[in-house]
């Protein structure tokens, strides 16, 4: 189990290690990102995604 770990671990790091990192994109890429749900992040809550106080997405 420890060495699947591990190789999981070397896997992620790079995998990461080709993607841009996120303080160093526009806010705007990084917002749309998210938005699309495309992103390591959750999706950001705002107005136009709650109906009736209830999240719709």
């Given at each position: 189990?420890?060495?699947?770990?591990?190789?999981?671990?070397?896997?992620?790091?790079?995998?990461?290690?080709?993607?841009?990192?996120?303080?160093?994109?526009?806010?705007?890429?990084?917002?749309?990102?998210?938005?699309?749900?495309?992103?390591i992040?959750?999706?950001v809550?705002?107005?136009?995604?709650?109906?009736?106080?209830?999240?719709?997405?």
């Amino acid at each position: 189990m420890l060495a699947e770990a591990r190789a999981f671990n070397l896997q992620l790091e790079q995998v990461l290690a080709t993607m841009p990192k996120v303080h160093e994109l526009p806010p705007e890429v990084t917002r749309r990102v998210r938005r699309d749900r495309h992103g390591i992040s959750p999706r950001v809550f705002s107005a136009a995604n709650l109906v009736f106080g209830a999240y719709s997405g």
